[in-house]
């Protein structure tokens, strides 16, 4: 596959996030896909409390809440 656009490149990760960080539950390509200061800032935390800005830092703070939301299904 030749990836001729930066649109197509961020096409490229996001799939890969989807397929195989959340289908698959290969957390060890969050280190391909994700720099370390990443930052997700969503509306409910880890454990699933709403909240307004749960923030979760970096590859292993992602790699923990893949884990947990993988498990709690």
Same mark, same amino acid.
């Given at each position: 596959?030749?990836?001729?656009?930066?649109? #197509?490149?961020?096409?490229?990760?996001?799939?890969?996030?989807? &397929?195989?960080? *959340?289908?698959? !539950?290969?957390?060890?390509?969050? /280190?391909?896909?994700?720099?370390?200061?990443?930052?997700? #800032?969503?509306?409910?935390?880890?454990?699933?409390?709403?909240? &307004?800005?749960? *923030?979760?830092? !970096?590859?292993?703070?992602?790699? /923990?809440?893949?884990?947990?939301?993988?498990?709690?299904?």
């Amino acid at each position: 596959m030749t990836l001729s656009t930066d649109g #197509d490149v961020m096409k490229a990760v996001v799939r890969r996030h989807f &397929e195989e960080v *959340l289908n698959l !539950g290969s957390v060890d390509v969050i /280190d391909e896909l994700y720099s370390d200061d990443y930052v997700l #800032d969503a509306p409910f935390s880890a454990d699933g409390t709403p909240e &307004e800005h749960a *923030l979760t830092s !970096g590859r292993d703070g992602l790699r /923990d809440r893949v884990e947990l939301f993988r498990t709690a299904f």
